[in-house]
């Protein structure tokens, strides 16, 4: 768990103990599917009612074989200024195929922000303007831990034009102290407006 750990780990612990396991640092080698069992590079295999089984990520297919994928043969790295690929002029790439930016999550709102910023940058260069020089970006992220109480995690990135990339703004966003039904208030309401 990498974002929101610590909030995670309390709710699987008070509300879920001996429900949910979490099994950090393990390498699956195998997943059977059919009988619900994964098998580790150590250990013996576990079966489990639910399985979560997360594969290695990466950019989709499309990206890989279309060669956009130019870091670590992962992702496509972009301009931030127009999310245009770096390997491919007039391709313009976002959401989770994205080399991220420095502590930038992969989030449904972060690609609604690329989105965003991609298109005011298309119409830019259609019109022939420059894109904007200082994207700003914001993140909210809400994980429910029940039906009703979420908790949730946020952040600002500013373009770095030295740089040429997004940096967090210090300071900048925030985490839940704990999880609460106004929070999953909050949480159903971004999802309904996103």
């Known amino acids: 768990v990498t974002s929101k750990g610590p909030l995670f ?75 245009e690929s770096v390997a491919q002029p007039g391709i313009h790439v ?13 989030s449904g709102h972060m690609a609604n922000q690329h989105g965003k910023t991609c298109a005011a940058a298309v119409i830019a260069l259609l019109e022939g303007r420059p894109p904007n020089p200082m994207p700003l970006y914001n993140n909210t992220c809400y994980s429910f ?16 034009a030295g740089q040429k990339t997004m940096l967090p703004v210090h300071g900048a966003g925030g985490l839940s102290v704990a999880a609460s039904e106004l929070e999953g208030r909050y949480g159903f309401a971004w999802a309904r407006n996103i």
């Not at 976002?94 to 992969?106: E, H, N, T």
């Not at 831990?145 to 770095?160: C, G, I, L, N, R």
Request: charged share 25%; aromatic share 8%.
């Open 9 to 83: 780990k309390k709710a699987w612990a008070d509300r879920y103990a001996g429900i949910v396991e979490y099994r950090p640092r393990h390498t699956t080698v195998d997943v059977d599917a059919a009988a619900r069992t994964l098998r580790f590079d150590f250990n013996d295999p576990v079966k489990a009612d639910v399985l979560n089984v997360l594969p290695p990520m990466r950019a989709g297919a499309i990206a890989v074989q279309s060669g956009l994928a130019t870091a670590n043969g992962r992702w496509c790295e972009v301009d931030w200024l127009t999310l």
């Open 94 to 106: 976002l959401g989770d195929s994205v080399q991220i930016a420095p502590a930038m999550p992969k």
């Open 145 to 160: 831990v029940s039906p009703d109480e979420a908790v949730h995690v946020a952040s600002v990135h500013a373009y770095d």
